[in-house]
């Protein structure tokens, strides 16, 4: 027999399976000896209260054993004689995109600008180290995305969009620990993410499909305002009646191209701000009223939101234990982000603290589509020169950020290309400077301890979400001009991680299946 409860129990007993189970016997009146296993469903943590709580759901096996069902991917068939769909991009949207061509009976010919996870990370040490930008291979392109080194989290709200589950469970096909669907905020670490990238870009050429790397989209082939085909940096020309646009938010070329072929994009709203460092004991004692968490709790995150003067000021992408990260995207730009390692043991916690940015905000560019784009260039470029034309950030010490003081030192970070003491009022916007200054205090009231000079800001945090977006028929998810071409994922403004853009992936490689007959 099986039976499923839901209850509270301290994070000591939740841990412990034995204790668990003695728990399951006195509170349902189940006999000890009768309870073969426990399955934890669904975990999450309740920190409101001084005695911090586990929520569970369980699934108990009585006089009954348990038997661990194997995730493994689907039946994938070969492909390789089968019409071809050209997928731009091999992040998270492009990748399940062409996974989910393969199991409908097409071939995928993914296009990836980068370079693959081996090769990619020699560029991400000169980056760290040297300061080199290489714009084809770095933290946002390359085999995975900016997913592959953005943590992996897998946290998202939007599920009316799509089969979270189905996503979740092809993650755990290829790699993953199961524990993705159990936590209220999976995560699965970046030192993780890349074998399990690797392992669906096998599948893909296992069965048939075709990924390209070091191969960057330049053109589209257009005729009769129906797709034929696309054209490579090295002259290459590849043809199809499908394309699947998944570039990414930073593929700034892409959205140039768009621009210059008079094919319809539009400028859209985003958040931009800056990436704040905690010692991580600091945010387990605010979080936890404690900064000896002990061994049975997680490192602590937060998530934060103000209205300040009727703007919006929020934490984005918290990092528990975590890292920044330099992810420019081209010479002469500072754009800082974070990822965790899957136990998340890093001595410091980060997050984006960013602002709303809005239409009227970068009017000052005119009408244009790109006049989003345009204004999130110019504070990137405002902080490499502010840093000293390198990849070394500017930061202040957060005190001394929001109330306009020079700090005198700065704290080691772990941002590992440095940063500088400078006035970020020399940086960022002064309507999106005054937001933060303001939020700060207004956080450091919700958050005790959290306005504190031990905390650093780096700027710029700038690449929330597309400045961008490539409007298409809702009903088909093509190009609402240009037929055949389905934009998707982050980069054409329809997701917003790495799940709604998995999902986004696979919704664009269905509708262009059916397209096909």
Excluded at 261 to 273: D, T
Excluded at 358 to 364: E, V, W, Y
Excluded at 385 to 393: D, L, N, P, V
Aim: glycine letters at 8%; hydrophobic letters at 35%.
């Amino acid at each position: 027999m099986q039976k499923e409860f839901s209850f509270q129990v301290p994070p000591e007993t939740a841990a412990n399976a034995e204790a668990l189970k003695q728990f399951l016997s006195r509170q349902y009146d189940l006999p000890f000896k009768d309870i073969n296993h426990v399955e934890i469903l669904k975990r999450s943590i309740d920190a409101r209260q001084r005695n911090i709580k586990v929520n569970l759901k369980v699934q108990v096996f009585l006089k009954e054993d348990f038997k661990e069902e194997k995730i493994t991917p689907p039946e994938y068939q070969n492909v390789s004689n089968a019409e071809e769909i050209i997928i731009v991009g091999a992040g998270p949207a492009g990748l399940f995109a062409a996974l989910r061509c393969i199991e409908l009976g097409k071939k995928p010919i993914v296009l990836e600008r980068g370079k693959d996870v081996r090769a990619r990370r020699r560029d991400l040490k000169k980056l760290n180290i040297e300061h080199v930008v290489n714009e084809d291979s770095n933290y946002c392109f390359g085999e995975g995305g900016a997913g592959t080194y953005s943590d992996g989290k897998l946290y998202t709200r939007s599920k009316k969009r799509g089969d979270v589950q189905r996503i979740l469970e092809l993650f755990v096909a290829f790699g993953a620990t199961k524990q993705i669907m159990v936590e209220a905020h999976p995560h699965i670490g970046t030192n993780k993410l890349p074998a399990i990238i690797q392992e669906m870009t096998r599948t893909i050429i296992e069965h048939g499909g075709e990924v390209l790397f070091n191969s960057r989209v330049t053109d589209f082939t257009v005729k009769d305002e129906e797709i034929r085909g696309v054209t490579l940096l090295d002259g290459r020309k590849i043809g199809a009646k499908k394309v699947v646009l998944a570039t990414g938010h930073s593929a700034r070329d892409i959205f140039e191209l768009l621009y210059s072929k008079n094919i319809h994009i539009e400028a859209k709203a985003f958040a931009l701000g800056v990436r704040v460092e905690h010692p991580q004991e600091l945010i387990d004692e605010i979080q936890y009223c404690t900064p000896n968490r002990g061994e049975f709790l997680p490192p602590s995150s937060y998530s934060i939101v103000k209205q300040v003067q009727g703007r919006g000021v929020y934490s984005f992408c918290m990092c528990p234990g975590g890292i920044i990260a330099p992810c420019a995207t081209s010479p002469g730009e500072i754009v800082t982000n974070g990822w965790s390692p899957s136990k998340r043991d890093q001595a410091t916690a980060n997050s984006g603290i960013v602002v709303e940015i809005r239409p009227s905000d970068f009017a000052i560019f005119g009408d244009s589509p790109l006049a989003a784009l345009r204004f999130q260039q110019e504070v990137e470029q405002k902080a490499w020169r502010a840093g000293g034309k390198t990849q070394t950030a500017p930061a202040q010490r957060l005190v001394d950020f929001s109330n306009g003081k020079v700090s005198a030192t700065l704290p080691v970070t772990s941002y590992k290309p440095g940063i500088a003491s400078v006035e970020l009022a020399e940086v960022l916007p002064g309507f999106v400077y005054k937001s933060l200054q303001n939020g700060f205090r207004e956080f450091g009231k919700s958050m005790k301890g959290y306005f504190t000079n031990e905390a650093v800001v780096h700027a710029t945090e700038s690449r929330t979400s597309s400045p961008v977006r490539i409007p298409r028929n809702p009903a088909t998810l093509e190009h609402v001009q240009i037929k055949g071409l389905y934009p998707c994922g982050e980069g054409a403004g329809y997701a917003g991680g790495i799940v709604s853009a998995a999902i986004d992936g696979e919704k664009c490689a269905e509708k262009a299946v059916l397209a096909m007959g």
